[in-house]
């Protein structure tokens, strides 16, 4: 795959493996404890952080001041409560989404995560993690946080180093083995490097694609400019084949083509003739991703001059 991952897409990918492992705390956060702990013991930071929340929530600052008057936020949900404090804390302190695992001996541990593909960033983010000062700055802004995470409830923080590109992520296996011996190391902070990892340590992107037939079917139609369903999904298959996804997996991407649920439609959910459609677009796509590559090996080679 050679499109990169911005950095709130590495952050949902790890968050996605998470929550399929059953490992991610949702809500780790409640709005009016994390709001008041910051401002009593890392003022400043909090600030700083003032100055960016409007991006996430355009009410934000006011929720902060509301919080610290101990006056009500009008029509907010817990839910959105839960979004904000996250959000604030990984302004704060660096905390992008929080694990909960047990450790062998069956005690829970909370585990922040702060996820960064920029390695010139991973020491300056563990320092701060630690409440170190930058060696760029004089501020002690960063001191309280270690008791800060303790007060939240957060007993672990792990820095993760990871690529942007899909398929140099590490596997599901290699990041919950990262997880687990962290889980039960005495470190109470570490820093972790997932960058240039083995082959076999890193994820399946096929499979992955695989398995979300939406996801294959957003990828593999995007920038084509035809109305046409029929040349859409010709195309969408095409370029599945040509990265070697499976026939199983193409057919099931298809599903998500309209033309294949307006047959469903039309036949009462019937599956034979939207099957039979997507067959023969695979067929077709096939075939003409076989004769573009028997034109090419065919194409005479240009020589350079006799000498």
Known sequence: MSRRLNGAELEEW??????????????????????RLFDEKLNHRLSWARTSIHKYFPDGEDWIDRTLHRRAIPNISAQLKHEFANRLADLVIGIDLVLQVKNTGGNTVQIAVDVTSNDREVDNKLRKVRGFSLPSSASKANKNIPLVREELGIDKHLVVLLERTPGRLPSTEKLLDV?????????????????????????????????????????????????????????????????????????????????????????????????????SICTGAETAVASESSEQSQAPRVQGPQL
């Not at 195309?235 to 084949?241: G, Q």
């Open 14 to 35: 790890f968050k996605d493996v998470a929550r399929k492992a059953g490992i991610l705390n949702e809500t780790p956060f409640e709005l009016e404890k994390t709001v």
């Open 179 to 279: 997880i687990y011996a962290f889980a039960e190391s005495t470190s109470l902070t570490r820093k972790v490097d997932l960058t240039n990892l083995d082959t076999k340590d890193r994820t399946n992107w096929r499979q992955v694609e695989a398995a979300d037939p939406a996801r294959m079917w957003q990828k593999y139609t995007q920038g084509i400019n035809s109305k046409a369903s029929s040349v859409v999904a010709l195309e969408a298959a095409k370029r599945a084949f040509k990265d070697n996804h499976s026939l199983e997996a193409i057919l099931n991407m298809l599903t998500e083509d309209p033309q294949y649920r307006q047959f469903l439609r039309r036949d009462s959910g019937d599956r034979k003739a939207a099957d039979t459609y997507a067959q």
